[in-house]
């Protein structure tokens, strides 16, 4: 990503600002002690946070800076979602209805279905028309207060096409004030060509694919579905240990459908983080603290699919370090909704809004491999943050699915206010 920086910005008259606070994940009690300032300015060079405090005492040393008036708004870090699979083509909109009405999802492969589904529309996508559908949902997240994503490849599971899908998020990269980080997902599924052959093409991946991705330096991570059906423990395991030996840090979709024990797997692997995790066990939960993977919970895949929801407070509890992220992908799972993550969260996940906030921050970030850099609003790091439509952060979770977001500014550049995209090409 190219650089772009905001040489010098003065914001004052801050009503509340919030931030998580560290150069790594928060873990257990210490996700709810939030640094909490009021009235106060934020002092940035050179595109990252040089101070914060009050107005008398920076303003000296900002008397050269452009300033920018806050207007009394609450002010929050980027929002960082962590988990995503936004580069796809096609639709499947059908299953959402199919799946209100109690249709099981066998039946719904059936009737055509399913991640297979994603999988034909994103082959006979073109590079240029996956950049195009990919450029149209970060706009949408950059409205909602999203300045670093990950994006999942994994609708190709072949090497052409998860290629082209990563392809088209470095394309991204050049075009839009966010930052973009790819994960290698092509263990997603098991095609057609390999059916009942999970080994062989993991095998595959690991002989056609890596060496690809390896040489293109710009992939840090490498995913599996483990899940009853899909990939299971072994062959996640070895999948998993090539990877690692290929110099892929790790993550894991584990115990989503059933309680496989994938948490425990990516707990002794080491992996940077385990994600959806419905029906993970308290033991597998206890791993994941004492190996400080993260526990990447996707309330919004639970609402969708109508399944209880990850308690994030039991994860809290046992001392691991929860982050919260959208999971928008095109079958159980069509949402970017920031505003309804914080609201789920609050509600039904039993954490509280600094937890919330937290989560969706320091701890995404963390999760990414990028907490000494962004997440949290220090001196030091990138000036990421949010001017919110309210006098304190709290408004979150209260205004239950509505977007606050006023303006979004990345790296101390102002690049989205009011419905516009405003920012340079390339940040």
């Known amino acids: 990503m190219a650089e772009n920086r905001q040489k010098a910005l003065f914001v004052h008259n801050i009503g509340e600002l919030w931030t998580a606070e560290g150069l790594r994940a928060a873990a257990g009690p210490a996700m709810g002690r939030v640094k909490k ?16 405090g009050e107005e008398a005492r920076l303003r000296a040393a900002a008397t050269a800076a452009p300033t920018f008036d806050a207007e009394g708004r609450a002010c929050v870090p980027g929002f960082i979602d962590s988990h995503t699979h ?16 109690g249709i099981p999802y066998m039946e719904m492969h059936q009737r055509g279905g399913g991640i297979q589904k994603s999988v034909d529309a994103t082959r006979r996508a073109s590079l240029e028309e996956l950049v195009r559908l990919g450029k149209a949902r970060l706009e949408t997240m950059l409205s909602l207060g999203i300045t670093t994503v990950e994006g999942k490849s994994g609708y190709g599971l072949d090497k052409e096409t998860e290629l082209r899908q990563l392809q088209a998020m470095d394309e991204l990269s050049t075009v839009m004030p966010l930052t973009i980080i790819p994960t290698f997902l092509g263990a997603h599924s098991i095609p057609p060509e390999y059916k009942d052959r999970p080994r062989e093409f993991l095998a595959f991946l690991v002989r056609e694919v890596f060496p690809l991705f390896k040489k293109r330096g710009q992939t840090p991570f490498v995913d599996i579905f483990c899940e009853e059906g899909v990939f299971g423990i072994e062959d996640s395991r070895w999948y998993l240990e090539q990877a690692r030996a290929a110099g892929f840090a790790l993550k894991l979709h584990a115990d989503e459908v059933k309680p496989l024990g994938g948490a425990g797997l990516a707990a002794e692997l080491g992996a940077t983080s385990a994600d959806h995790l419905l029906k993970a066990s308290d033991q ?33 509890d046992a001392g691991c370090a929860v982050a919260l992220a959208s999971d928008l992908n095109p079958g159980s799972c069509y ?3 920031i505003p309804l993550i914080f609201a789920l969260a609050v509600l039904y ?44 952060p709290g408004h979150l979770a209260y205004h239950a699915g509505m977007n606050l977001v006023h303006s979004v500014f990345k790296r101390g550049i102002l690049v989205w206010q009011n419905g516009n995209v405003l920012g340079p090409a390339r940040i």
Do not use: H, V
Request: aromatic content about 10%.
């Open 284 to 316: 597998d939960i206890q791993a994941l603290a004492a190996a400080g993977t993260i526990a990447c919970l996707l309330p919004l895949t639970a609402f969708n699919l109508r399944e209880p929801y990850a308690s994030g407070r039991r994860f809290i």
């Open 349 to 392: 996940l039993g954490m509280s809004i600094e937890e919330a906030l937290t989560a969706l921050t320091l701890n995404g970030a963390a999760a990414l491999g990028l907490a000494a850099q962004t997440g949290s609003l220090e001196p030091g790091k990138d000036a990421d943050f949010l001017l919110l439509n309210a006098p304190s």
């Open 335 to 337: 949402s970017q909704s």
């Open 86 to 101: 936004f580069i796809f083509a096609g639709w499947r909109e059908d299953e959402f209805y199919w799946r209100a009405q």
């Open 37 to 52: 300032f009021r009235d106060t300015c934020l002092y940035i060079e050179d595109g990252r946070i040089s101070a914060i």
